[in-house]
């Protein structure tokens, strides 16, 4: 936040704009999996990245952040039946729109996020990752994130860094990948019905953020109007 007398007394809203690196650990939650006797996750941190930017509407302590990053995850299984290594790998383009909350040094952050996904690649018949094409367009996911500040108190410059835990809605898969083939790829995964597979990640949030300015009243009276910091 700016900490300046007029700013705090006649703000309207202020805004800023960063930079947005995540670092983690993902993968796809299918009850076919879990119940499976010979498959078993391989929970890897580091499978999972992203980077991008934001832009935040602000007043006072709360504020809305609107983020764009592109990301790359992945989940990899361990098969106790056969060499064969299950695998999955996704890109996807992330919007998200979060409620935050900036204060004390810390920042909290809730709200939805729509994944565009950009490409899908899973383990054959061969073992070999392959590109995928019966994948969901775009899947829906909610988002959990919090942590403190470690660069900067005047809002003109800070550094954030914190923990991000995302759920997804939507199933990844196709609409008809469940009777047309195994996915990933494991001859006898939904023999007792189709599971979907939900996206998850849990790891690491960086920010890097820079105010612009903000829309206010700079004495009684006058027009409200942008000011630069």
Not at 79 to 93: D, F, I, M, R, T
Request: aromatic share 16%.
């Amino acid at each position: 936040m700016i900490a300046t007398s007029a700013y705090s007394q006649k703000e309207i809203a202020w805004f800023d704009t960063g930079i947005k690196v995540m670092y983690g650990g993902s993968g796809l939650v299918n009850n076919a999996i879990v119940d499976h006797p010979d498959l078993n996750y391989e929970l890897a941190f580091g499978n999972s990245y992203a980077i991008g930017g934001k832009f935040g509407v602000n007043r006072g302590y709360n504020g809305l952040a609107v983020e764009v990053l592109y990301s790359q995850s992945g989940q990899t299984l361990e098969n106790l039946a056969s060499e064969l290594v299950p695998e999955s790998k996704w890109k996807s383009v992330d919007l998200y729109l979060l409620f935050r909350n900036a204060k004390n040094l810390g920042f909290f952050e809730i709200g939805p996020k729509v994944g565009f996904l950009q490409g899908f690649e899973r383990t054959d018949a061969n073992g070999q990752l392959t590109e995928f094409d019966n994948y969901a367009s775009r899947y829906i996911s909610g988002v959990l994130s919090f942590g403190v500040n470690v660069l900067g108190t005047d809002g003109a410059f800070s550094g954030q860094i914190g923990l991000r835990f995302e759920y997804g809605f939507t199933d990844l898969n196709g609409e008809d990948v469940g009777t047309t083939e195994p996915f990933p790829f494991e001859p006898n995964l939904y023999a007792n019905g189709y599971e979907k597979s939900i996206p998850v990640y849990a790891g690491l949030v960086f920010e890097l953020n820079w105010g612009l300015g903000y829309y206010g009243i700079a004495q009684c009276g006058a027009r409200a109007k942008f000011f630069n910091m």
